[in-house]
């Protein structure tokens, strides 16, 4: 904001806003430079040197981005305040960008033919970029590639929204097979729930996985998800959680995600998405919508369908004691000819 002076009677101002002086000294036919101002709602006091009180005291209103001049006009003893807009802020909106697609190497996601998410990878996604609102053409090709062009379609922006799009489906690598590739466009909540809470919410990302339900620690959060669908967001405590993955009415875990979704301090939003191959890499990911970064991330084990009982477990566990204790003796000459061979202990991870 800035104060223009055109009262022709009323000597140098000082302008208070919540009674901090925010102007000194502006005098007739006089501009002050902008000053940024917090976004609020504000009372306005001006004052000269020589009178010890408020000539007026006047509420006004400043939104985030936009510009405004503050008017002094009329006689001292009719002195008013006005305010006008210098400049209006364009109407943005947000988008970020998921990769989910298993057999797909890493992407570009061009916007309007800018490459503003540049080598995004299989289960990883973007921070958020603004974008002017209204229709955008996106198009989705090989890392730091022109074509050939994997996915296109038009993204359409409102003015304070935020969206995701992932890219989906499997890409052709035979001559007879056929692109279930596409850029699937949803809407993300931005809001922040009440202090201590998260919104949690579940899409399903795997081409060929059945319907899912999805579990909390033992709780029922979501049924019934099916591929290219998702769920709306539930409140929940932010807690630590085993996030437990089953088809739809089947007793069998296919999954479970332990996943830290505290907060260090007020609230937060996550989406759980299921990626990958289903009877072979399927996968539970959290991404951060809003909030702080938990205090620790979170972990993934699969365990696959048809589990064994805890009786053949229990013969095997007792097999398992037996042979060690016959091979007991072979095992240090074994290791031995490891070293002299060159082997090294590398310690497994699951990507």
Sequence with gaps: MRIIHTSPTTPAVEIKLNDTVQFTGVQYKQISLYKEIPSGVYNLAVFTASVNHSLILQSVTFTGGYVYTIYLEGPINELRVDQSVDFVPPSTGFIRFFHASPNTAPVDLLVDGSADYRGVSFQSASAYNSYLEGSHDIRVVPTDQRVPTLVSDKVTIAQDTWSSVLLIGLQNKTENETSSLEAWVIADQHTLPAGGDILIRFIHASPNAPALDIRASGVSLFSGVTFKNLTTYRVLDANIYDIELYETGKPSLL???????????????????????????????????????????GSSTTKQPGGLSAVSIGLIVAGVVVAVIALAAGGFVFWRRRQRAGYSEIATSEH
């Design 255 to 297: 999954l479970t995600s332990k996943f830290d979704l505290r907060v260090s301090s007020g609230s937060a939003i996550y989406t759980l998405v299921a990626e990958g191959i289903y009877g072979k890499d399927l996968k539970v990911l959290s991404f951060l919508d809003n909030g702080p970064t938990p205090p620790s991330a």
